[in-house]
């Protein structure tokens, strides 16, 4: 039977645990929960969802991710993206603010947290692997455009209709922009400089004041505490709500998430499935990159067959909170580990704090200027945006720059789901065509060595009756036809070849058709009077070949243990 801190690390951690680590985990998890409670307010507003609900989705999804999580450092909680995808799928099915709108939202909850589970019983998490990180990097940065946009609305105190596209929600500015609230504007101006000023410089100037590290570092990291702050002191006292039409918060219930029953519709689900599967697969990669990130700076590692437990129950856990979707959080994440969390015993902090703001000082944001969180959203989402990323695919390989560039443009003007799911397919199209045309290299000897390498990037020593060429690609139904009329191409084209040597170092796999096709040019090179040979076949590969009678057929060809044994032999040498 395995110990339980097999299926629950916070316990194998917990035995080797002290007064100092639970000093620094309390400060970590008092500092990420003054980050969260503003974000996670401003988050639901960009589900669509009222503003609690980024913080009911703040309670029992970390301490279940604090119990079940490999990561030490790993903050669970909304998240901007997932937010985004959210409002997203929920919009094409519910009206906002309806009861519908907010059933959806639980529902799809539900079914992100089933997803990953049933992804870890079939150990299908591998599956994050055909979403490529030039996929990810545009999806990522044309994601975070959309936000940021999509909040300018709020920065501006305008009513405008919820839009998903950048083009859309240009429109919509343009067409209400003689409506500008200035006094909201200011507003937003004010919280900017607050969250920039915490961000760049606050910590210098409390450093020169001599004032000590355990409370520098709160302070700093408090920027959208301090803007919520101000930014509630002023409409509360200059009444800027009545005064200057100021859209604020409002009234957020008082009292803890009670955890409810799942109204389940399977037509619902069938909806939803897509976005769901989606949301699951994102925000698992960005959870599992941001731990592993985080875990290699300690030595550690973490483990994603637990990540997968974890956030199933976490999404599962916020869906019977009556609430949306969460994920890892990058920002946050290298909030709680840069302020020296140890274990998850931080996240069961940010909780508990979250917990108890929930159950008692909801009334103090009654005054909250929603262009207050509209700026503290787009603060958060700025740095997602990678330009450089753009230049260093261009550079490095022009096919991952198409992907990027094509999901980038797909989800700024077709919309997230639509946007990443263009994005993968495109990334498989690319790597198919790239698969099956592989790059062939014709041989020769270097010098008297055993080495033969490429014709055409060394100088090397060929044979004009033997041909030595080779595949860099296993050999499987999508490329076997370019290899074999490259081979008699070759041929046509040199009519003293008596010999090929196809070597197959880098050959890991034949499949059905890719054997056929080796067969039909066996008896094609017969034909001609060209002998077929192999050299250098992997083990695998030659139980393949051993199991069928291809051996047999290639008659006077000979499957050689190295090239230079093959080149000599066929050489007379």
């Given at each position: 039977m395995r110990p339980l801190a097999e299926y629950f690390p916070l316990l194998g951690w917990l035995k080797d645990y002290q007064r100092e680590t639970f000093i620094s985990d309390l400060m970590a998890g008092v500092i990420v929960a003054i980050l969260l409670?503003?974000?996670?307010?401003?988050?639901?507003?960009?589900?669509?969802?009222?503003?609690?609900?980024?913080?009911?989705?703040?309670?029992?999804?970390l301490y279940l991710y604090s119990l079940l999580g490999s990561s030490r450092s790993l903050a669970v909680g909304p998240v901007a993206i997932a937010s985004l995808m959210v409002s997203t799928a929920i919009s094409q099915v519910?009206?906002?603010?309806?009861?519908?709108?907010?059933?959806?939202a639980i529902n799809l909850s539900f079914l992100v947290g089933i997803i990953?589970?049933?992804?870890?019983?079939?150990?299908?998490?591998?599956?994050?692997?055909?979403?490529?990180?030039?996929v990810l990097s545009g999806f990522t940065s044309a994601a975070a455009i959309v936000i940021a946009v999509s909040q300018l609305k709020h920065i501006a105190g305008l009513d405008t209709p919820r839009a998903s596209t950048l083009d859309q929600n240009i429109e919509n500015l343009l067409q209400h922009s003689q409506d500008t609230n200035l006094t909201t504007v200011l507003l937003a101006g004010f919280a900017f400089f607050t969250l920039w000023y915490c961000k760049n410089s606050l910590c210098c100037h409390l450093q020169r004041m001599a004032m000590p590290d355990w409370l520098v570092q709160p302070i700093c990291k408090a920027g959208p505490m301090f803007a919520v702050l101000f930014g509630t002191l002023i409409v509360w006292q200059?009444?800027?709500?009545?005064?200057?039409?100021?859209?604020?918060?409002?009234?957020?219930?008082?009292?803890?998430?009670?955890?409810?029953?799942?109204?389940?519709?399977?037509?619902?689900?069938?909806?939803?499935?897509?976005p769901?599967?989606?949301?699951?697969?994102?925000?698992?990669?960005?959870?599992?990159?941001?731990?592993?990130?985080?875990?290699?700076?300690?030595?550690?590692?973490?483990d994603p067959n637990k990540e997968l437990i974890a956030l199933g129950a976490a999404n599962i856990g916020s869906a019977l909170s009556g609430t949306y979707p969460v994920a890892g959080g990058f920002g946050r994440s290298m909030v709680n580990h840069s302020a020296g969390a140890q274990s998850t015993v931080a996240s069961l902090v940010s909780a508990t704090l979250v917990a108890i703001t929930v159950a008692f000082f909801t009334p103090l944001f009654y005054y909250l200027p929603n262009t207050v969180l509209a700026a503290i959203i787009i603060m958060a989402v700025i740095p997602l945006v990678?330009?450089?990323?753009?230049?260093?695919s261009w550079t490095f390989n022009k096919a991952d720059a198409l992907t990027l560039s094509t999901t980038f443009l797909m989800v700024l003007f077709l919309g997230v789901e639509l946007g990443i799911l263009m994005g993968i397919a495109i990334s498989i199209a690319l790597l198919l065509y790239r698969s099956s045309q592989p790059h062939i290299a014709v041989v020769g000897r270097v010098g008297a060595s055993e080495h033969f390498r490429n014709v055409?990037?060394?100088?090397?020593?060929?044979?004009?009756?033997?041909?030595?060429?080779?595949?860099?690609?296993?050999?499987?139904?999508?490329?076997?036809?370019?290899?074999?009329?490259?081979?008699?191409?070759?041929c046509a084209d040199n009519p003293e070849i008596k010999h090929v040597v196809l070597i197959c170092t880098a050959v890991n796999f034949i499949d059905a058709s890719a054997l056929e096709t080796l067969e039909q040019l066996v008896k094609n090179l017969r034909d001609d009077e060209v002998v077929l040979h192999l050299s250098e076949v992997k083990g695998p590969v030659m139980d393949q070949l051993n199991s069928t009678r291809f051996v047999e057929q290639m008659g006077q060809g000979k499957i050689y243990f190295t090239t230079d044994q093959a080149m000599r032999e066929l050489a007379g040498i």
């Amino acid at each position: 039977m395995r110990p339980l801190a097999e299926y629950f690390p916070l316990l194998g951690w917990l035995k080797d645990y002290q007064r100092e680590t639970f000093i620094s985990d309390l400060m970590a998890g008092v500092i990420v929960a003054i980050l969260l409670i503003p974000q996670a307010m401003a988050y639901a507003l960009l589900a669509g969802l009222p503003a609690e609900y980024g913080l009911y989705a703040s309670i029992v999804p970390l301490y279940l991710y604090s119990l079940l999580g490999s990561s030490r450092s790993l903050a669970v909680g909304p998240v901007a993206i997932a937010s985004l995808m959210v409002s997203t799928a929920i919009s094409q099915v519910a009206e906002q603010g309806s009861a519908d709108y907010l059933n959806a939202a639980i529902n799809l909850s539900f079914l992100v947290g089933i997803i990953l589970l049933v992804l870890r019983s079939l150990r299908l998490g591998s599956v994050v692997n055909f979403i490529s990180h030039s996929v990810l990097s545009g999806f990522t940065s044309a994601a975070a455009i959309v936000i940021a946009v999509s909040q300018l609305k709020h920065i501006a105190g305008l009513d405008t209709p919820r839009a998903s596209t950048l083009d859309q929600n240009i429109e919509n500015l343009l067409q209400h922009s003689q409506d500008t609230n200035l006094t909201t504007v200011l507003l937003a101006g004010f919280a900017f400089f607050t969250l920039w000023y915490c961000k760049n410089s606050l910590c210098c100037h409390l450093q020169r004041m001599a004032m000590p590290d355990w409370l520098v570092q709160p302070i700093c990291k408090a920027g959208p505490m301090f803007a919520v702050l101000f930014g509630t002191l002023i409409v509360w006292q200059l009444d800027l709500k009545t005064q200057a039409g100021v859209t604020t918060v409002g009234m957020i219930p008082q009292g803890l998430p009670g955890l409810k029953g799942i109204h389940l519709d399977l037509e619902l689900w069938k909806q939803l499935f897509t976005p769901a599967l989606l949301i699951a697969l994102i925000g698992f990669l960005e959870s599992v990159s941001v731990g592993t990130a985080l875990a290699s700076k300690r030595q550690e590692r973490i483990d994603p067959n637990k990540e997968l437990i974890a956030l199933g129950a976490a999404n599962i856990g916020s869906a019977l909170s009556g609430t949306y979707p969460v994920a890892g959080g990058f920002g946050r994440s290298m909030v709680n580990h840069s302020a020296g969390a140890q274990s998850t015993v931080a996240s069961l902090v940010s909780a508990t704090l979250v917990a108890i703001t929930v159950a008692f000082f909801t009334p103090l944001f009654y005054y909250l200027p929603n262009t207050v969180l509209a700026a503290i959203i787009i603060m958060a989402v700025i740095p997602l945006v990678d330009l450089q990323a753009f230049k260093t695919s261009w550079t490095f390989n022009k096919a991952d720059a198409l992907t990027l560039s094509t999901t980038f443009l797909m989800v700024l003007f077709l919309g997230v789901e639509l946007g990443i799911l263009m994005g993968i397919a495109i990334s498989i199209a690319l790597l198919l065509y790239r698969s099956s045309q592989p790059h062939i290299a014709v041989v020769g000897r270097v010098g008297a060595s055993e080495h033969f390498r490429n014709v055409t990037r060394h100088d090397v020593v060929t044979d004009t009756s033997t041909l030595a060429l080779r595949v860099d690609e296993s050999l499987y139904f999508a490329n076997t036809r370019f290899v074999e009329e490259f081979i008699l191409k070759h041929c046509a084209d040199n009519p003293e070849i008596k010999h090929v040597v196809l070597i197959c170092t880098a050959v890991n796999f034949i499949d059905a058709s890719a054997l056929e096709t080796l067969e039909q040019l066996v008896k094609n090179l017969r034909d001609d009077e060209v002998v077929l040979h192999l050299s250098e076949v992997k083990g695998p590969v030659m139980d393949q070949l051993n199991s069928t009678r291809f051996v047999e057929q290639m008659g006077q060809g000979k499957i050689y243990f190295t090239t230079d044994q093959a080149m000599r032999e066929l050489a007379g040498i």
